[in-house]
C-alpha cells in the first residue's frame, strides 16, 4: 500500500481550512481536479472516510474532524520549523563578533554597518578595537568572529583575505598653499608643521625614514596615537599630515583636502577568520558585505584627490 505523504497532509489541511476544493486549490497554487483526486487517494491509502459528498460539497466525517485535530497539532509544529528557518536565514538574534584596530572601529567599520543592519535589522554586533599583536593572539584564540588588521601575515589557526591596499595620502587644511598642487612629493614638506603618529607606530616609523631619505625636516609640532586626531588637528590648521586613506576619507569635504603623495606608501586591511569556531552563515554575509564596500571605497578615493 502506498505510505502517506507531507503533500496529502497540505491538501487534507486546506480543504479542512478553507471548507472547499476550489479555495484549496487556491491557497496550494494548483487545481481544483489534482485536490480532488489527491484527498480521495489520501482516503485510500488511510482507509478512512473523511468526508461525505453531498451536491459537489464537502462535509467533514467524525474520522475527519478527528484526524484534522492531530493534524492541526502537528501543523503547529511544522510551522514553528520553518519559522525557525525563516529566523536562522535572516539572522534573527544572529550575533558577530569583531576584533579590529582602533583605526578600522572609527574609520571604516562605521561607514558600513548602517547598510547591513538595515538588511538584517535583529543582529547583534560587538566591535572590539584592540593593537597588534593582541589583536593577532584574541584572533590565533579564536575568541571572535573576524578581525580587522593591518598585517600582511596570518596569525596561526586564522585565514587571512585582502580586502583593500590603497597608498596613504596627503592631508591639508582647507586653502593651504599645497593644496593646489594634485600631487605632493617629500620635499613639498620641507619646513612645513607636521602633525604625525607616535613614535611606535610602524607607518610612523616607514614615513619618518622616507623623509630622511629625501633629507627633508619638517616642523614636528604634534604627536598622536590616531589618524582620526591627526584629521582634525589639520582639519583646525594646527599643520600638514600623511595619514591611511580610509581616516583621510571620513573628513573629506569638512575641512581639510586629500592629496596624492608621489612616493608609494601601502596601507592594507586585511580581513582574518579564525578556521576553528563553527562555521556561519552570518560571519559569510558581513565577510561579503566587508569586500563590497571596500571596493566601493576603492572606487570614491581618487575622485577626492584631484584639484578643483
Not at 487556491?26 to 489527491?38: D, F, G, K, Y
Not at 619646513?191 to 614615513?207: A, H, K, P
Request: hydrophobic share 45%; net charge neutral.
Amino acid at each position: 500500500m502506498p505510505a502517506v505523504n507531507l503533500r496529502h497532509i497540505e491538501i487534507f489541511h486546506a480543504v479542512m481550512t478553507t471548507g472547499n476544493l476550489t479555495e484549496a486549490a487556491q491557497m496550494l497554487h494548483t487545481s481544483q481536479p489534482t485536490v480532488s483526486r489527491e484527498l480521495a487517494r489520501f482516503e485510500k491509502v488511510l482507509g478512512l472516510k473523511l468526508f461525505e459528498r453531498t451536491r459537489g460539497r464537502l462535509h467533514p466525517t467524525v474520522q475527519g474532524l478527528r484526524l484534522f485535530e492531530e493534524v492541526q497539532r502537528s501543523w503547529y509544529g511544522l510551522d514553528r520549523i520553518v519559522s525557525a528557518a525563516e529566523s536562522l536565514r535572516e539572522f534573527r538574534q544572529g550575533e558577530l563578533s569583531i576584533v579590529c584596530l582602533p583605526v578600522f572601529s572609527q574609520s571604516f567599520l562605521p561607514m558600513l554597518l548602517q547598510p547591513f543592519l538595515a538588511r538584517y535589522p535583529e543582529v547583534s554586533l560587538t566591535i572590539v578595537p584592540q593593537e597588534s599583536p593582541l589583536l593577532e593572539e584574541w584572533l590565533s584564540a579564536q575568541r571572535h568572529d573576524l578581525g580587522l588588521t593591518e598585517t600582511l601575515s596570518t596569525p596561526a589557526g586564522t585565514a587571512r583575505t585582502e580586502l583593500i591596499s590603497l597608498d596613504e595620502v596627503c592631508v591639508l587644511p582647507a586653502g593651504h598653499r599645497l593644496a593646489g598642487k594634485a600631487v605632493l612629493t617629500p620635499e613639498d614638506f620641507h619646513g612645513e608643521n607636521y602633525i604625525s603618529l607616535s613614535q611606535t607606530d610602524s607607518y610612523r616609523q616607514l614615513l619618518d625614514t622616507l623623509f630622511a631619505e629625501h633629507q627633508v625636516k619638517r616642523r614636528m609640532v604634534v604627536e598622536t596615537h590616531s589618524a582620526a586626531s591627526i584629521c582634525a588637528m589639520v582639519r583646525a590648521g594646527v599643520g600638514v599630515a600623511v595619514v591611511n586613506p580610509l581616516t583621510a576619507l571620513d573628513y573629506a569635504g569638512s575641512g581639510i583636502v586629500i592629496r596624492r603623495f608621489s612616493v608609494s606608501v601601502p596601507f592594507t586591511v586585511s580581513l582574518i577568520r579564525p578556521l576553528h569556531r563553527p562555521a556561519s552563515a552570518l560571519v559569510d554575509a558581513f565577510t561579503e558585505h566587508l569586500k563590497e564596500h571596500a571596493r566601493q571605497v576603492a572606487l570614491r578615493l581618487p575622485d577626492l584627490q584631484n584639484p578643483l
